[in-house]
């Protein structure tokens, strides 16, 4: 073969491997052609995208190992103009169908120069914005990092591993909110609507903040929203949410904290007659908190924030939230910030 002729063939064996290699990543990055997710695509991520002993065998704070030094500095340095916006929902003291066990507030005393309350707090559930640790949640009898149930769950002792007490230095991180209502030019999505991949990294475009690993992310679906407006409803049996489908993208993003206006997962989950597991019954807000590791933060009130961050064209912030030092409990009310 001649000089030139082997240069042309190098030139069309190079062509052929950039053309692979670009067909590999369409593949990887495209958007599925559905979103159906059986049981046993569920059960192979368990194992597959599974963060136990990522951080040794008795790792008990799971992807809050995340949020490194580095990623506390960074995330300091998005503070520009110091104003602070809560997301969490006030105390709800009244039951509603979305609220079965509400606040108890009490004044014990009022006299001289002193007044003491008392507040009787169930945190769990749909009603109050609080963070879930590992002990929370189950799948087959064992949390995060392989720890079985009976041995370390129990109603006399609590939570004697996985409990919120591991996060009680707190977490400080880079906040990003993902607000699907203002992408969908809505003032609230619908209950029972997934969110899918497609919509997060539509987001990210739009926003022009792209999540990375270490983020803390926030779910906003305008619940709130759509309760001041038409009322309360069973949020445990409708509500928008993460599609099931979305787990293996937020593994390889290796997000930090997840946190949503509900309990995360779609409901009703459009996979559910694929899956057939009773511990899979809200599939994203389980899996994460077992498989990965990844405390949630459930019922935060994201509208504030909307604001905020849509006044500043800006959706990236720090986010601080501390639970408080529960010793064995297997999750906390909270006060998520967001710093601008």
Known sequence: MSRSAGIRASGVVLALLALGVAARVQTRTAAPATHEVTQADLDRWKKELSNWGRWGKDDEKGTVNLITPAKRRQAARLVKDGVAVSLARDA??????????????????????VSTDRFSISFHGYAHTHLDGPAHHFLDGKMYNGFPRDAYVT??????????????????????L?????????????????????????????????????????????????????????????????????????????????G???????????????????????PVHNFVLVALGMPVLDNCQ????????????????????????????????VNPTAIF
Request: proline share 7%.
């Open 302 to 333: 994201l509208d504030a924030v909307s604001e905020a961050a849509a006044a500043r064209h800006r959706w990236e912030f720090l986010l601080t939230a501390t639970p408080l030092p529960l010793v064995r409990g297997t999750g906390s009310p």
């Open 178 to 258: 993902v607000d699907l209502p203002r992408l969908k030019g809505v003032p609230f999505l619908e209950p029972g609507t997934p969110i899918f991949v497609e919509d997060l990294e539509a987001w990210e475009r739009q926003s022009g903040h792209r999540i990375m690993a270490g983020d803390a992310v926030f779910i906003r679906t305008g619940r709130w929203v759509r309760r001041e407006r038409l009322g309360p409803w069973d949020v445990s049996q409708k509500a928008a949410g993460l599609d099931v489908s979305i787990i293996p993208w937020l593994r390889q993003r290796d997000v930090a904290i997840l």
């Open 155 to 176: 109603q006399e002792a609590g939570a004697t591993r996985g409990a919120i007490h591991n996060v009680k230095a707190g977490i400080f991180t880079r906040g990003v």
């Open 260 to 282: 949503s206006e509900s309990a995360l997962s779609v409901m009703p989950n459009p996979s559910t007659a694929h899956i057939t597991n009773p511990d899979d019954y809200l």
């Open 92 to 113: 709800a003291t009244e039951k509603a169908i979305d609220n079965a066990q509400p606040y108890e507030h009490a004044m014990v005393a009022v006299r001289d120069a």
